[in-house]
């Protein structure tokens, strides 16, 4: 059995905790680290980042919410299921904290688990007509102000109609996964992961009307980006990736094909999860 390793060095400082995974692995799995963490592990196998979720049969990440994130743009592209372990603040999509991060990978060598797919975004930023940026996304799409002293002027449209229209600090089309993320803090909906749709929230608009909207994954969504109060817009992919977005700008976003696999080795489910990490 092959076991990508993909350590956070923010989060594990000196890779201690990583260290301590792979000592337990030792023996029991193949390990396989990024070349950048090259002499960490002695035992480990160091390769290329597409070479490591080209031939892992699963991934152990270890950080936070967004270390996650920024792992399942790959490792959905080669269908390799991951699981978390947080090292984080919230680490609402992990699976484990560190206490119990060994017996957690314990119950998947010993084959007691099951995966559950999470769906994902793809977005498509255009601009005079040709493709400039395209990316998926597990959390969600955000359109958001340039500067800080200026809200934006941004059009949702759904499968080329107008519905809603906003002067806001930003729109968010969120996933299920995203819904209990940023879109939460800005007043929008939890909605359970198994459903299929997508969220979209307005950040801090300037209209009592600008509500979230639960649409289908069936439709396709268009922010458009009109500079009537800001020359500039940003647009980032689950919080990373990001680009600088000009009047007549927009992004299409629809379900996308792959879909993140996350594994699930303990007997919580979602609202476990979600009455621990937000009933405080």
């Known amino acids: 059995m092959n076991v990508a390793i993909i350590p956070n060095p923010e989060k594990d400082l000196d ?8 000592d337990y692995l030792h023996g029991r799995a193949a390990l396989l680290l990024e070349e950048r963490f090259m002499g960490a592990v002695p035992f480990a196998r160091y390769c290329p980042k597409e070479t490591l979720f080209s031939s892992a049969d699963f991934a152990i990440v270890l950080g936070g919410d967004g270390t996650l994130l920024h792992a399942a743009k790959d490792a959905s592209r080669f269908r390799l299921p991951i699981m978390g372990i947080n090292l984080g603040h919230l680490g609402f999509l992990a699976q484990a904290e560190q206490a119990g991060m060994l017996e957690c990978v314990n119950h998947i060598l010993e084959g007691h688990y099951t ?3 999470r769906m994902m975004l793809n977005a498509c930023v255009y601009r005079d007509g040709e493709l400039i940026k395209t990316a998926d996304v597990l959390n969600d799409v955000i359109v958001s102000r340039f500067s800080m002293l200026r809200m934006i002027q941004v ?10 229209s906003c002067t806001a600090d930003g729109l968010i089309l969120a996933t299920p996964t995203g819904s209990t993320a940023y879109s939460l803090s800005a007043g929008g909906p939890i909605i359970d992961p198994e459903a299929e749709v997508v969220l979209a929230t307005p950040v801090c608009p300037h209209n009592l009307l600008a509500r ?11 922010i458009e980006f009109a500079a009537s109060y800001s020359p500039k817009a940003i647009v980032r992919f689950d919080g990373a990736d990001e680009i600088t977005l000009q009047e007549g ?9 792959n879909s993140t696999q996350l594994i699930q080795a303990n007997h919580t489910n979602f609202y476990d999860i979600l009455y621990e990490k937000l009933s405080y």
């Not at 890779?15 to 792979?22: G, P, R, S, Y």
């Not at 700008?249 to 094909?257: F, G, I, L, T």
């Open 115 to 117: 995966i559950e797919k």
């Open 249 to 257: 700008d927009y992004v299409a976003v629809q379900k996308s094909e």
């Open 15 to 22: 890779l201690n905790v990583t260290k301590e995974l792979c």
């Open 212 to 222: 979230s909207i639960v649409v289908p994954t069936s439709k396709n969504l268009t």
């Open 155 to 164: 059009q949702l449209y759904l499968d080329g109609k107008l519905i809603q």
